[in-house]
């Protein structure tokens, strides 16, 4: 069974259509990304699996059951963070997560691990009000994995985060993905989600309009790959030359562009050439894939998710 089915699920609030029609299912132990510009319809749709809306139609279940009825025992399994984490600032990171602890039935050690585990344990006696943003967001992150939740749902989850710390949270959710919790986080550093996350759900205003894995929203959208090659000399030979598109990245380094299908035989041509001393292959990046998708749809973007 799917940890989170969605079919034909819409949200309306009054005339704004903030979810329409969307259908996909995510599988126990995935890790997806969830990406789409303001307003469309990201968070709406984690509201609607946290069972904080109702959905105006369709069908929607989380861990079996329809989120909406408030099952506690569901909740207790389902780690959230949301984009603005807000904590009491007079009271110790030790103490919220402690509050955090009892709220899903764990207890004082638990909250104290999940305190080290994200970094903060030299800091969990200090009051949050002392707390820069990124540890407020690694204290956020850490309430999220209270009490090994089998759904985690992630909205912007490395805002604030230095490099170190977002590598660290990347290797958190592998690890929980590799164990069985399915992880579906909203982000808009496209860059960064390249080889963490295992597929890819595009949203515009509220529609579905992309959905796979890399490989396959890359054969879907048929982009060019780019080829970089060092040159030997200053020149390039003049079968690379005369080809379209090839463009001067460096002085001894050029860039040509070629169709997916051209792909082999360019690079055997260019392994081949003595002109030639190296070979760098370029595919259509995520941030890419997504520009390709959403240009599909056209119109006016903006608003808030």
Sequence with gaps: MPAVQLER?????????????????LPQGGRVALVGHNGAGKTTLMKLMLGLA????????????????????????????????????????REILRFFARLKGENAAAADAMLDRVGLAEAARRRVGTYSKGMRQRLGLAQALIGAPRALLLDEPTTGLDPEMRQGLYDILAGLSGAGTTVLLSSHALEELEGRVERVVILDRGRLVADGTLAELRALARLPVR?????????????????????????????????????????RRAAEDPAITDIELQAPTLDELYAHFLRGQGGERGGTA
Excluded: H, Q
């Design 9 to 25: 699920v819409a949200k309306r609030y009054g005339a704004v259509e903030a979810v329409r029609d969307v259908s996909f299912s």
């Design 54 to 93: 109702r959905p105006s139609a369709g069908r929607l279940l989380v861990l079996g059951r329809d989120p909406s009825e408030g099952a506690a025992e569901t909740r207790r399994r389902i780690g959230w963070l949301p984009e603005s984490v807000t904590f009491n600032g007079a009271l110790t990171g």
């Design 227 to 267: 080829l970089r090659l060092t040159l030997a000399g200053a020149t390039p030979p003049d079968w690379l030359a005369s080809a379209g598109g090839l463009r001067r990245i460096a002085a001894r380094a050029v860039e040509i562009p070629c169709a997916p299908e051209d792909k082999m035989a360019l690079l």
